[in-house]
């Protein structure tokens, strides 16, 4: 017993030496080459080149993309092996389980489930801004619901897919053993379409990551071919056409610096917010949003928000919803508690949560296997390199085919010319080789011709095939003309490339989801913004878009005119306004008080589009609306006429309101129950008209109305009787003849000098005979006769007509129709769109110092015209 308790614990020593030895003296034992013979440094050298292999193998194998086609390995695989297999867009759809085994049995020696869940990526249109395979069945959601299995699943090539591997059979691209040397697999795709660019990519290698928004195909090609004309093209050039990044679930890009940094380095972060509306439910609002930031799940971002709100750090959230669906689209909507202000609580989301964050860019790509940081530029140049090489090599294949066509029917035409003596050398040899042998000496023919001739059957000997056979020839000449001249001459390559990417995106091209908004916006993103006009349109109800000019058609006078605005049932257009993105933009409100802003920074809309709330874009106070829109763009010897609805009125220098904080300036002070109406821009010699409901128009020098502080009040500039209330003001600046319009749609245009100039406060002349067939006086504007005129209706109709149509009336008339109102309509608001003519013709005046202004001349017009009493 003794001895077996002895035996053991020796065992047990041992035990402990060589557990010893494996955890402390293994180190020891690796220096002295115990193991394997292998001393210190060689196996620092071999771990090392180890690593390196595999490092580079994860580069270029597994989760970088290659910059020509934009795919990492495995996509590429999947789409060249369903194109070999023909599962296209106009076959059935077939078992996703089929493709992903037949891709790792030829080509992707992995898992089948890495190779799947690859598959669906490409399917996911809500990860794809251009899907590259079609999917039917559960292919997963944006809310993290996995795909169903692939036994489940049928997928086949979606049609954009199929210019990945278009001209792939013509040795547009070079091909490589596969991993058993049983096959060839091509080492990139054709790309037809610049994919890199426009569809997002995403990979973590060792050491390495890249990530690549996606683009809109359209702004994408015309940016390429934008380069491809001018190779000297700056950014911010390319950028005025590739706007930045276009994802599939839409949103809100805020500023454009994140954009510009990673068009010229390839890194760059880009602020991305959801897009929303507020619904007033009387008691309490609601947050609706429609659009989401890229690949934001939605199930889990309700989650963060309920938490957030428990813990009390977002308060006046009362529940979140999630009403979305595959037919009516995202629908994310948020209840919040009575009282709860809407402004506050989304600054308090867009801070805590993912409805607003940064997508971190890194253009990480392969460029001849190796991998680089591209830019923008890089990116476009490997691109059109490829693009080059795909139709030269496809030219070569096809001059190459042509030619040996060509052989073989100079072969075959010569023997038709002698088609007797052919037959009798053919039918008096023994054998095939004999006859071939014979036909070679006797018309010089090689072994292709002979063999295509001894193919032949008598019945293509005839005289109609053998025309047949010239004209496929002469065809054939023509076609290696076009060969040659696109192999030999530079420039005409050029060409073919942009007339073959033209018709890529005619076929494919589509609309921007992603807009880019200026609202949240750095300084030295104002140099990244094209100048250019645009329409400012508030609503009666507070909401605000800014629009191309372009958007709307010139129509005839009386037209019925298109749908201009999309407004709730109980909205109306209040003001339309004509700016500049780089003008300054007074907001003045009817409480007297003046908020600032450029144009850019007005969100923009389309014709038909809602716009956004005023509140949400300004700081306005309670019961504060907007009553007068003006833009700014010098502010020096420049004068601000105010009129409120009253008939006071205040010049004031322009210089005062060059500088307004966020939330805002007194600009006048106003009596109880006053309002602001309109304010002007002026020089401080020009005519003000004040115009009345009841139809008249008080004119009088702007010079009577001494300059005066930010905060005065004012004095009496026209004298209402009984309810009326002044509907316009306008400036000789403006033009030397008024356009009048009344609220049934009646409009006129009478010369300036009509209008005689009577003293400051007087009840002024009738402009335009009122009643219940013209309605009351709408507005009055000042014009050249040659502008254009948008006119809005209270149910959001909107016409565009050149005021060249109408002809000049008398002052006291009654007018002509405008636009044909609708049952229960009237007019809502009016602008005066300036021609290009008053743009050079204002540039020349500011440029050049006149001695007599037109404006002095109107003046000289109206005083030589007037009727001025006494002391004026």
Not at 347 to 353: A, E
Not at 359 to 380: C, E, H, Y
Not at 459 to 470: A, D, F, H, N
Not at 492 to 497: C, F, I, T
């Amino acid at each position: 017993m003794i001895d077996e308790e002895k035996e053991t614990e020796e065992l047990t020593q041992e035990n402990k030496e060589e557990i010893k030895e494996e955890k402390g003296e293994g180190i020891s034992g690796l220096q002295e080459g115990i193991v394997a013979g292998i001393s210190k440094d060689e196996f620092q050298v071999e771990m090392k080149n180890s690593f390196l292999d595999y490092a580079v193998s994860t580069l270029t194998s597994r989760a970088i993309p290659d910059a020509r086609d934009g795919l990492k390995p495995v996509q590429r695989r999947i789409i060249y092996d369903m194109w070999d297999m023909n599962i296209t867009p106009d076959k059935p759809f077939k078992k996703s389980a089929r493709v992903s085994g037949d891709v790792m049995g030829k080509y992707h020696p992995h898992g089948d489930s890495s190779i799947y869940l690859a598959m669906c990526r490409m399917a996911q249109d809500f990860a794809m801004r251009y899907t590259l395979i079609q999917g039917h069945g559960n292919f997963g959601s944006p809310d993290g619901d996995e795909p169903a299995a692939a036994r489940y699943t049928e997928a086949r090539l979606s049609k954009i897919a199929m210019e990945m591997t278009r001209d792939i059979d013509k040795d547009t691209v070079p091909f490589v053993d596969t991993y058993d040397s049983e096959g060839k697999e091509p080492t990139v795709l054709p790309s037809r379409f610049p994919n890199l660019l426009c569809n997002e990519t995403s990979g973590i290698a060792v050491g390495m990551a890249t990530s690549i928004p996606p683009h809109n195909l359209k702004e994408t090609i015309e940016g390429i071919q934008m380069i491809i004309r001018n190779p000297e093209t700056t950014t911010l050039e390319l950028m005025n056409v590739i706007k930045g990044p276009d994802f599939p679930s839409g949103g809100l890009i805020l500023g454009r610096a994140g954009i510009r940094r990673y068009f010229d380095t390839g890194r760059g972060s880009v602020k991305v917010r959801g897009k929303y509306f507020i619904n007033n439910l009387g008691n309490h609002f609601e947050i609706v949003f429609t659009e989401l930031p890229y690949m934001v799940n939605k199930r889990e971002l309700a989650k963060k928000i309920v938490t957030l709100a428990d813990s009390k750090m977002i308060e006046g959230i009362s529940s979140v919803a999630d009403y979305s669906s595959a037919k009516m689209g995202t629908k994310f909507t948020i209840v919040l508690k009575k009282g709860a202000n809407p402004d506050l609580v989304l600054n308090h989301l867009f801070r805590f949560t993912p409805l607003q964050s940064s997508f971190a860019v890194n253009m990480l790509a392969l460029d001849n296997g190796t991998p680089k940081v591209l830019s923008m530029r890089q990116a476009i140049d490997i691109y059109i390199k490829h693009q080059q090489n795909i139709i030269t090599n496809r030219t070569k294949f096809l001059l190459k085919k042509a030619e040996s066509r060509i052989h073989i029917l100079n072969g075959i035409i010569a023997i038709t010319d002698a088609i007797d003596e052919a037959i009798h050398i053919i039918r008096s040899s023994k054998t095939n080789e004999e006859a071939s042998l014979r036909l070679k000496e006797r018309f010089s023919l090689d072994d292709e011709q002979c063999k295509a001739i001894m193919d032949m059957t008598l019945k293509r000997l005839t005289g109609l095939e053998y025309q047949k056979y010239i004209d496929e020839k002469n065809a054939l000449l023509n076609d290696c003309q076009e060969y040659h001249k696109l192999l030999d001459d530079y420039s005409y390559l050029q060409n073919k490339l942009i007339e073959e990417l033209e018709e890529i995106k005619r076929k494919y091209g589509d609309d921007r989801r992603t807009e880019i908004s200026d609202i949240d916006y750095d300084e030295s993103d104002e140099d990244l913004i094209q100048d250019k006009e645009i329409l400012i349109l508030l609503t009666d109800n507070g909401y605000i878009k800014r629009v191309d000019p372009s958007e709307f058609k010139i129509q005839n006078r009386g037209g019925i005119g298109v749908k201009g605005f999309q407004t709730k049932d109980d909205d109306t257009v209040k003001i339309l306004r004509h700016s500049k993105t780089k003008t300054d933009v007074l907001f003045f409100t009817n409480t007297g008080r003046v908020y600032h802003t450029r144009g850019y920074q007005i969100q923009e809309g389309t014709r038909i589009s809602k716009g956004i709330p005023i509140v949400n874009f300004l700081d306005l106070k309670d019961n504060e609306s907007i009553s007068s829109i003006i833009s700014m763009d010098n502010y020096e010897g420049k004068y601000l006429f105010f009129a409120t609805k009253n008939g006071v009125v205040k010049r004031c220098d322009a210089k005062n309101f060059e500088n307004i904080n966020s939330n805002g300036k007194i600009a006048i002070s106003l009596s109880e129950n006053d309002e602001l109406l309109d304010v002007k821009e002026t020089d401080g010699k020009a005519i003000i008209s004040l115009a009345s409901s009841d139809g008249k128009v008080c004119s009088f020098f702007e010079d009577k109305v001494r300059s005066m502080g930010r905060t005065a009040s004012g004095v009496r500039g026209i004298t209402l009787e009984g309810d009326n209330k002044v509907v316009g003001v306008v400036s000789s600046m403006d033009g030397n003849k008024i356009f009048s319009l009344s609220t049934l749609g009646l409009g006129k245009i009478s010369k300036g000098e009509d209008y005689r100039i009577t003293n400051r406060g007087s009840k002024g002349v009738i402009t335009m005979k009122v009643g219940e067939e013209n309605g009351s006086l709408l507005t009055i504007k000042t014009v050249r006769g040659d502008e254009n005129i948008i006119i809005i209706t209270s149910k959001g109709t909107t016409i565009k007509t050149s005021l060249s149509q109408l002809r000049e009336m008398g002052r006291n008339t009654r007018g002509v129709k405008m636009i044909t109102m609708r049952e229960n309509e009237s007019i809502s608001s009016c602008c005066i769109e300036p021609s290009q003519e008053d743009y050079e013709a204002q540039e020349e005046v500011i440029k050049e110092d006149v001695s007599e202004s037109e404006d002095e001349k109107i003046l000289s017009e109206m005083i030589k015209n007037s009727s001025l009493e006494d002391g004026e």
